[in-house]
């Protein structure tokens, strides 16, 4: 696990960010939100420079909004820990059940 995946993990066990705990889940899921986002850009015609700088972006507009979309901090700590256990747990699941 590379040290900017821990950053994540700790950021939503924490509770202080539930995009960066989506990002993880996502990651860990073997899902990548920002990858798909490169892609799309790609596909579209985005110069390569921008396919790598406006993901990051997005992802920062997006956890700056978060107090806007779920103002109550408790509510935002409850869905980013959900997110992070919830996704080890599927995680775990998904492979008990390919073995």
Not at 41 to 54: F, K, N, P, S
Not at 59 to 70: G, S, V, Y
Not at 84 to 99: E, K, P, Y
């Amino acid at each position: 696990m590379e040290l900017g995946a821990v950053s994540w993990f700790w950021r939503g066990v924490k509770g202080h960010s539930v995009t960066f705990a989506a990002l993880f889940a996502s990651v860990l899921l073997g899902v990548s939100i920002a990858g798909g986002v490169g892609r799309l850009l790609a596909t579209l015609g985005v110069h390569w420079l921008y396919v790598l700088i406006l993901p990051a972006l997005f992802f920062a507009w997006l956890n700056r909004q978060e107090p806007r979309w779920i103002p109550d901090p408790r509510r935002r700590k409850l869905v980013a820990r959900a997110l992070i256990f919830g996704s080890a747990l599927l995680a775990i699941v998904i492979n008990q059940i390919r073995t």
